[in-house]
């Protein structure tokens, strides 16, 4: 079982920077994949970026390539989700979410049972 909780959100204008954290409880942190999920409102859930266990691979959606870097700690059991340029339509409640990581669909966020309660972050324009 594995218990996440995200920080880090808030209020930026566009062209602004942010820094979102995860930190999970449990064991074996290094054998999950972690992923940035995003949910604007009247939208469905889409894929933002996730990393694989050892943080040697990251994958992005093509609209945050460029502008948003997804790292980890492992000894920290920490996922990080830096943000830079952000737009107004970056504006979405963002999840923190974890899954066994067996090297396959990074981006399915119906592959991974563990989630955070969410964060929001609002960009004006």
């Known amino acids: 079982q594995v218990q996440l909780v995200e920080s880090g959100g808030g209020f930026v204008q566009a062209g602004g920077s942010l820094r979102l954290s995860c930190v999970a409880s449990?064991?074996?942190?290094?054998?999950?994949?972690m992923g940035w999920f995003r949910q604007a409102p009247g939208k469905e859930r889409a894929f933002g970026t996730a990393?694989?266990?050892?943080?040697?691979?990251?994958y992005y959606a093509d609209s945050v390539k460029g502008r948003f870097t997804i790292s980890r700690d492992n000894a920290k059991k920490t996922v990080y989700l830096q943000m830079d340029s952000l737009k107004p339509e970056d504006t979405a409640v963002y999840y923190c979410?974890?899954?066994?990581?067996?090297?396959?669909?990074?981006?399915?966020?119906?592959?991974?049972?563990?989630w955070g309660q969410g964060t929001q972050v609002t960009v004006s324009s």
């Open positions: 979410a974890a899954k066994t990581d067996y090297g396959r669909e990074y981006g399915q966020d119906s592959t991974y049972p563990y």
């Open positions: 449990g064991r074996s942190f290094s054998t999950y994949a």
């Open positions: 990393i694989d266990g050892s943080g040697g691979s990251r």
